[in-house]
């Protein structure tokens, strides 16, 4: 008898408001997409053996791994750090790797390919669980610091909701998303966070909570303290950037799309001066979609350094790039 064919697939996610907050446990307004990472293949008895539709080389080592960070191609170090972060949990698996979401656009390809290859592997713990095993995948196999958000969305993405994430409490409030809104990502340039200032602004931040205690309970008079102007710029960035995402998911909960889409010109203004994560391009494809007829709001959404603007349109909006609709979490599919 043949063996039984197994698949498993992620969505990747878009964030509507809220970056750079996560990693000081603040608040994000992100929600699972309609573009996906696909694992399907067959249980072996203790190796992993990968190809991907986008890479030339095939992954493959025996489980248990541990020194994921040293795994070629390098690719296969989420493959390898989340196998590792498994321990005696994960299982074999061999198969074929698909995707849609483009990679390295700041969609998160690569906490869709963590998550799709923790079910593949055999992870049966609960959302919160798988996310912050593939985060701690994440900085193992890669050495990117991340916060918590991309890999919580993709495990938890609720269809037609964004998602209120409270990165501290890791509780998560869907937030309906109106029925005639668009939100369309358009794709400005490729980056890598392993190569970009990720790194240096988590360090930033850290610098400033050492002086104001933790950003995500702190309120702007109290940066006063902070002398350092550039520390000062990360903090005001992150401290206003969380009430920005109270105030927006309030916005979208009424049904009010005209503040909330300020809301966004606000939150890329605060990460173009203060947290400076934003591109010349990315600030010249704001201001284009924003001097678009039905555009309510646009702004740099993830990382930064490149990657994607996120717009915030009503029905009648005419806009280059892909209209993303919010799906459902990673799952085991037939
Ligand atoms: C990347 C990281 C996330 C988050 C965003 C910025 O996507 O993986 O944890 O920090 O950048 O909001």
Redesign the pocket.
């Known amino acids: 008898m043949s063996e039984a064919l197994l698949s498993y697939r992620s969505p990747g996610r878009v964030?509507l408001i809220g970056?750079?907050?996560?990693?000081t446990g603040g608040l994000v307004l992100p929600m699972a997409i309609d573009r996906y990472t696909t694992i399907s293949g067959t249980r072996t008895p203790s190796k992993i053996r990968l190809h991907s539709q986008n890479e030339p080389e095939i992954v493959e080592f025996n489980l248990p791994i541990s020194a994921p960070e040293k795994v070629t191609p390098s690719w296969g170090r989420y493959v390898a750090g989340v196998a590792a972060e498994m321990q005696n949990r994960a299982q074999g698996f061999e198969g074929e790797i698909s995707c849609t979401i483009p990679i390295g656009a700041?969609l998160?390809s690569s906490a869709a390919l963590e998550v799709a290859t923790a079910l593949a592997l055999g992870d049966t713990s609960t959302p919160v669980e798988r996310a912050r095993l593939c985060q701690r995948a994440e900085v193992r196999g890669v050495g990117v610091p991340?916060?918590?958000?991309?890999q919580l969305t993709v495990a938890s993405g609720i269809r037609d909701h964004a998602l209120l994430i409270d990165c501290h409490e890791m509780t998560i409030s869907p937030v309906q998303l109106p029925n005639d809104v668009k939100v369309i990502v358009q794709f400005i340039a490729e980056r890598k966070?392993t190569s970009s200032g990720y790194a240096e602004r988590v360090a930033q931040c850290n610098a400033a909570e050492e002086i104001v205690g933790p950003l995500r309970v702190t309120n702007l008079s109290s940066l006063a303290n902070i002398t350092d102007k550039t520390i000062f710029r990360r903090a005001r960035h992150v401290v206003s950037e969380n009430q920005r995402v109270r105030d927006f998911a309030a916005m979208l909960r009424a049904g009010d799309l005209k503040s909330a889409g300020k809301l966004m010109i606000e939150s890329h203004n605060s990460l173009d001066h203060d947290f400076e994560t934003s591109t010349p391009q990315m600030n010249a494809a704001v201001a284009a979609a924003l001097s678009q007829p039905g555009v309510f709001g646009a702004r740099m959404t993830?990382?930064g350094f490149g990657g994607c603007i996120v717009i915030l349109a009503d029905a009648t909006a005419n806009l280059d790039g892909w209209q993303v609709r919010a799906v459902n979490a990673a799952s085991q599919i037939d």
């Open positions: 964030n970056d750079h907050t996560d990693y700041g998160s991340c916060g918590i958000m991309d966070l993830g990382g």
